[in-house]
């Protein structure tokens, strides 16, 4: 089931696990390359953390997984040292996410590696950049959503500090590590220079984070807080309408005014006429919409804001959106057959004209492909796992 996507040719020998470094590489799975996921004998943590059809096929592993060739090497020893050497010689991209000290421990820092392939683009994802005081921390996504500011944020909202509720942190610094790596990519494809990159969670998030919420601090001397105030007022929450919610942003003033002439509420005025002046009360201006929104149905509402062109939607769960008339429409889920029955993916979110993407195939059962993959090295399981793993 290998793709025809824009990364066909690309050979890419994946040492990472839990969800940064296997995201990356699943999209890169999807994108056409040649995925080599490399676990130790116990395999990836990620395939005992949630349910699936048999025990080592977690949900959460098969999605980020897909597509990709799994083997197992005992790196501990000298002959899985060894083919995992042979395997970075026909290597494009080396990626790896464990601490900086352990790596080196291994004999797999850039400089080894590179001595072996110096085309190859060397990818680090760590929850820290090594340069710094906390370089050799263990991170997982909740502590870096504590470090970068989300619980904070979340904190303005709620009353308590709070985590969001998804594996942020995870998931943006698994896409910043896909996008890296690209370009260390394009680089080597103009000069054909390989080169080490470092991806680290905080920085990645705290990057993130300031977007918006750099806000007045980035001047200096400052000219405000370090937060931007619409998304930390206490009423920007869905609206409850008289049935249910809907989710609404009547923001621009194009919106603004067409949503006034509509509606005609008896709290409209010239203080709340434009976007900087609605800016500077945001709170007070969604309590009011909220008093308003409480009035209609969510079907009526929706119905209005789409005449409109206001941007509004009804509430989804992750559940629901596997029955999204809009998502089906456009083909985003396939369904793959695996060896323990049909998986129902979510696809791949991105289109291209020429050389599309796909769901790359099933995810490999914890060390599939040793056999396969060892051959093509011009060597056998024993060679590489001396004591009889997978």
Same mark, same amino acid.
């Given at each position: ?122 990818? &680090? ?259 590489? &796992? ?5």
């Amino acid at each position: 089931m290998a793709s025809p996507g824009p990364l066909a040719g690309v050979r890419v020998v994946d040492l990472t696990a839990m969800v940064m470094g296997p995201y990356c590489t699943q999209i890169m799975a999807d994108m056409g390359a040649d995925v080599i996921k490399v676990e130790p004998p116990q395999g990836d943590d990620t395939r005992y953390i949630s349910v699936g059809p048999v025990r080592g096929m977690g949900g959460v592993f098969v999605n980020v997984n897909r597509g990709k060739r799994g083997i197992v090497l005992d790196l501990q020893s000298e002959p899985g040292k060894s083919a995992l050497r042979a395997l970075i010689e026909e290597a494009d991209v080396f990626i790896h996410s464990m601490r900086a000290k352990a790596v080196a421990r291994l004999g797999f820092g850039y400089d080894e590696v590179a001595a072996i392939n110096p085309a190859v683009v060397y990818t &680090n994802c760590y929850g820290y950049s090594r340069r710094g005081p906390n370089g050799d921390l263990p991170a997982y996504d909740d502590t870096i959503q504590a470090a970068c500011g989300l619980p904070y944020v979340q904190e303005q909202l709620t009353g308590e500090p709070q985590y969001v509720g998804t594996i942020l942190a995870d998931k943006v610094a698994g896409l910043t590590a896909l996008y890296a790596t690209m370009m260390a990519l394009f680089h080597r494809e103009r000069t054909g220079e390989g080169q080490e990159v470092e991806v680290g969670m905080f920085e990645t998030m705290a990057s993130f984070m300031l977007v918006e919420h750099a806000n007045g601090a980035m001047f200096d001397p400052p000219l405000g807080p370090a937060v931007y105030p619409r998304t930390v007022a206490p009423n920007r929450r869905p609206y409850r309408t008289s049935d249910g919610y809907v989710a609404a942003l009547i923001y621009n003033d194009k919106h603004w005014a067409a949503f006034m002439d509509a509606v005609r509420p008896p709290w409209a005025s010239d203080l709340y006429a434009t976007l900087e002046r609605r800016a500077r009360r945001i709170d007070a201006v969604y309590a009011l919409l909220a008093e308003t929104l409480a009035q209609r149905t969510t079907r009526e509402w929706l119905d209005l804001f789409r005449e409109l062109e206001i941007p509004a939607a009804s509430l989804s769960s992750p559940a629901t959106l596997f029955d999204d008339d809009h998502l089906n429409a456009v083909g985003f889920f396939e369904t793959v057959d695996t060896p323990h029955g049909p998986v129902r993916f979510p696809g791949v979110p991105t289109w291209f004209s020429r050389t599309p993407g796909r769901v790359a195939g099933p995810a490999p059962e914890l060390g599939a492909d040793t056999a396969g993959v060892l051959d093509e090295l011009g060597l056998t399981p024993a060679d590489a &796992n001396p004591a009889g793993s997978a």
